[in-house]
């Protein structure tokens, strides 16, 4: 379940029903549901993200993309291409002459 966080200053401990606690300087929303999240998603000053012990790991092959972006924005597979920020070009760099 997605959380809200908040830097905000003077974010109050509770924001249209939704409970935040302060944690690290910012303050960070209980779980939320997915319409929620959305709904603060498109508020300025305030961020969603996946709680990590509530979401199981799923480790993926180096190299391979699902085509989302850093923050879930699906792109052509140009712009998520990983070997394009590889000078290698995503090769194993030639072994040094001996």
């Not at 409970?19 to 961020?47: C, L, N, T, W």
């Not at 480790?59 to 792109?75: I, L, Q, Y």
Request: glycine share 12%.
């Amino acid at each position: 379940m997605p959380r809200i966080v908040s830097k905000i200053p003077h974010t109050s401990s509770e924001v249209n029903g939704v409970k935040f606690s302060p944690d690290k300087g910012q303050m960070v929303s209980e779980e939320v549901s997915d319409d929620v999240a959305a709904h603060f998603k498109g508020i300025k000053g305030y961020r969603v993200v996946e709680d990590k012990k509530s979401t199981p790991a799923v480790s993926k092959p180096a190299g391979k993309t699902d085509g989302a972006g850093p923050g879930g924005e699906v792109g052509t597979d140009s712009e998520t291409d990983a070997s394009k920020d590889d000078p290698a070009g995503g090769k194993e760099p030639a072994a040094p002459a001996a």
